[in-house]
């Protein structure tokens, strides 16, 4: 509940909503969906206010365009 009420949440959350969809995206997407899933991350990267959270997002979504999945915060 901490997390919650300070905002620190949004370090978890956030980028862990931005691998799920890439992940989706690169799954299930379409060339046309792709495109605005990087979109809605890219413009969201520096919504992550923790710089080592950030980094780790950043290296996620590396690795799963590499196909690797299912990774734990």
């Known amino acids: 509940m901490a997390m919650a009420k300070d905002g620190s949440i949004s370090n978890c959350c956030q980028p862990n909503a931005m691998v799920t969809?890439?992940?989706?995206a690169m799954d299930y997407g379409d060339d046309e969906f792709k495109q605005m899933a990087d979109k809605v991350i890219n413009d969201n990267l520096d919504k992550i206010t923790n710089p080592k959270v950030r980094e780790k997002a950043v290296e996620y979504l590396a690795k799963i365009e590499e196909g690797e999945r299912d990774f734990r915060w």
């Not at 969809?21 to 989706?24: D, P, S």
């Open 21 to 24: 969809l890439k992940e989706y």
